[in-house]
Structure formats: structure tokens, C-alpha cells
């Protein structure tokens, strides 16, 4: 209740100490100094864990949550910078909805698809069949004198291919990109390779809805709910569970109940040294202090997947670094070769998608330019192209 309190009805900020008018703040510091260590350690440490599976000490205010950090500049406190946003988008609204989108719904705003992500990648897959290459390894990027024009070297099942393009967007993980890039410009590829990706584990499990602990249900017997993120103080090891069963239809048979947990993080590297039963145990013994029952039958391991480099980091120097990559790539006189990708816009996926789209806009923006001023596009739309996307899957 205490912490509640703190979020409704919050005490006046700190003043930022004269550190922070040049210092980056952590996630823990500038939560810390607005709301309190308790509105932190109960609230916003879980949250990191779920969004980033970070470590809210390193992770950047800035640079990770910077819509909520910019409320302090705009207002001189979260709930002065609050109100100045509501005031703001009062006075200038946001243009109305695409019509061609399906109208919002009403309640529950969680959404997934019938047979999970994966049916977004292949619809995709399927509308753009024709324009796309997988399996195609880029294993070099160099620029042609000549005709200004990027060669991109690929290794495919075919054999070696070559691109050639007036821009690239490279949405590779950057650890990825620094390798291709470390000959054209070793100051772009230390930056990009210095940016910090810790594994993660997904644990799939299934339990009989009679294992799960009797105040964990509805009067129908069901378990409601999105899921839950874990406080590290409560010394639970799995970072977040999901209740995908409870959330999305046809997930698992009736009286059945299944739970997408994940683990590992910046905080527990190990899970990289750990068999998937061991991991299922670990993610197993947690449910049980929070939502199963102690002496329940053991749940049946659905699925265990660990990414050994999972979700880019946005730490403090986050920023420093991105633009330390963008300004070596022109340096190198590679203007037109395009960062984009989870660690440049955020992690979630609605944020990828609008970058997406963002980059796309750009892209053709400049290529009808070139095309208004004489440029050649090129003819071949195989070997030579107004644009290229190197991405990884």
C-alpha cells in the first residue's frame, strides 16, 4: 500500500544532484531520487527484468524508458512534465486512426495470433516472396568507387552472390553487422560490437489447472490474468511468466493451463551452461512459491529455448555508442548505409514495426530524389538496386 501510495499521490522530486546535469542516470538512480527505493525495488526492478531482462543499475533512464525521462525536462517532475504532455496533445490531437486498420478492441489489448508470432514473419514471407532472400549470409561490404554504388557479398545454397545497391538498411543484430563491417570502418564496428546482448531462456510448461494454488482462481475455476514479473528481492530466479493459456484461445486443452516463462538476463548469465531440465527445474520450483501449489505433480516441459544473445541492452553510453557507429560509417563515406533494428528503436515489437515503417519512408524519399535529380536506379533488380536490407531472421 505504501508503494501505491508513492505512484498516486507521489512527494516532490529530489533536485537532480549536480552529477546528474552531465552524468547519465541509471533506471535505478533516476527512480530511485523521483519516487522512492521502494516504488523501485517492488514496481520498476520487475519491470526492467520483464521488458529488457536487464540490470536496472547499468540500464540507461535515457535511453531505455527516455518518453518517461523526458516528463522531468519538460515539467521539472514526472507529474509537472505529466500534465504538460496532457496539455500538449490536448491542445494538438493526433490525426485520426487509418481507417483501413481494424477498430480497436475493447478491454484486453494483448494480442497474438492464432498459432503464435510466427504467422506474422511468414504472412510477410508470403506477400513479398519475390523480393526477399533467405539463407543468405552477408559476409562483406565494400563501396565502388566508380559508380558510388555498395557491393554486398553474400554467401547463399547457391553459391557466392553479389548486390548492388544505392543505400542499405542493415537491421542485423550489431554484434553481427561489427564483424561485416570491422575492414570499412573498425570505428563503427568497436562501437556496434560493444553493445551488450545477455542470453535468455524461454521455459514452456504445463500444468493441470488442479495445481494451481485454489486464491490463484476466479469463481470459475480459471486462472485470470496477463502473468507475473518477479521482484529480485523475493528471491525468485525466473524473470517473468506469461499465462498464455489464459490470455490466448487454443493454447492447451481444457483443465489444462500453460505457462511461458523466461530466464536469464544480465543478472544470470549462467543459463548458457544449463541443460533444458535443469532450466524447466529452476522455472518450476519458482511457480510453486508463486502460483502452483508444493505439491503438485511435475509439469510436463513443452519447450525450452535459450538465445545466447537475446535482447541488446540499452546501458548507459547506450546512445554514445550509436552515434559513435553512425558517425565512423560516414566517416567512411557510407552515408547511405541505414542502422536499423531493435537496438536502435527500442525492443518491443510495436517499436520495431514503426521504425519499420519509418525507414521505409525514408528510403523511398531518397530514392525519388535521386530519381528527380537523373540518378540511374539501376536495371538489373537482381544485381543492382535502388535499396538493399540485410537483416537476419
Request: with cysteine.
Amino acid at each position: 500500500m505504501h508503494a501505491d501510495m508513492q505512484v498516486t499521490r507521489p512527494q516532490p522530486a529530489k533536485p537532480p544532484s549536480p552529477q546528474c546535469t552531465y552524468r547519465e542516470e541509471s533506471v535505478k538512480e533516476f527512480v530511485s531520487r523521483n519516487l522512492g527505493q521502494e516504488v523501485f525495488f517492488r514496481l520498476i526492478d520487475p519491470f526492467c527484468s520483464g521488458v529488457y531482462a536487464g540490470d536496472p543499475a547499468k540500464l540507461s533512464m535515457k535511453a531505455a524508458f527516455g518518453r518517461i525521462w523526458i516528463l522531468e525536462k519538460m515539467g521539472g517532475s514526472l507529474v509537472g512534465g505529466s500534465l504538460k504532455l496532457f496539455q500538449e496533445r490536448r491542445n494538438n490531437p493526433p490525426p485520426p486512426r487509418n481507417p483501413q486498420l481494424p477498430p480497436k478492441p475493447k478491454g484486453q489489448t494483448v494480442g497474438s495470433f492464432r498459432k503464435g508470432l510466427k504467422m506474422l514473419p511468414e504472412a510477410i514471407g508470403r506477400n513479398i516472396k519475390d523480393n526477399i532472400r533467405t539463407n543468405w549470409k552477408l559476409t562483406g561490404v565494400s563501396k565502388d568507387a566508380s559508380s558510388g554504388h555498395y557491393v554486398l557479398n553474400y554467401e547463399t545454397p547457391t553459391g557466392p552472390q553479389e548486390v548492388r545497391s544505392h543505400q542499405v538498411i542493415a537491421t542485423l543484430p550489431s554484434w553481427v553487422l561489427a564483424d561485416v563491417l570491422r575492414e570499412k570502418s573498425a570505428k563503427a564496428a568497436e562501437a556496434l560490437g560493444s553493445l551488450d546482448y545477455p542470453p535468455v531462456g524461454a521455459v514452456t510448461l504445463s500444468y493441470p489447472i488442479s495445481s494451481v494454488k485454489d486464491d490463484r482462481k476466479n469463481a470459475e475455476g480459471k486462472v485470470p490474468g496477463f502473468g507475473q514479473l518477479h521482484p529480485r528481492t523475493q528471491g525468485i530466479t525466473t524473470l517473468g511468466t506469461i499465462y498464455s493459456s489464459s490470455l490466448f484461445p487454443g493454447r492447451a486443452p481444457d483443465g489444462n493451463l500453460l505457462l511461458l516463462s523466461y530466464i536469464g538476463g544480465a543478472m544470470n548469465r549462467g543459463i548458457v551452461d544449463q541443460t533444458p531440465e535443469q532450466l524447466a527445474d529452476q522455472v518450476d520450483k519458482d511457480l510453486r512459491t508463486m502460483l502452483i501449489k508444493p505439491d503438485a505433480p511435475k509439469p510436463r516441459m513443452v519447450g525450452v529455448r535459450v538465445w545466447p544473445r537475446a535482447i541488446p541492452q540499452f546501458n548507459i553510453g547506450h546512445q554514445e555508442q550509436l552515434e559513435k557507429a553512425k558517425a565512423g560509417l560516414s566517416e567512411a563515406g557510407m552515408d547511405d548505409f541505414v542502422l536499423g533494428g531493435n537496438y536502435v528503436c527500442g525492443v518491443a515489437l510495436g517499436k520495431v514495426v514503426d521504425h519499420g515503417y519509418e525507414l521505409a519512408q525514408a528510403v523511398a524519399n531518397r530514392a525519388a530524389s535521386r530519381s528527380s535529380n537523373g540518378g540511374n536506379s539501376g536495371k538489373d533488380s537482381t544485381s543492382q538496386q535502388p535499396a538493399a536490407a540485410a537483416s537476419s531472421a
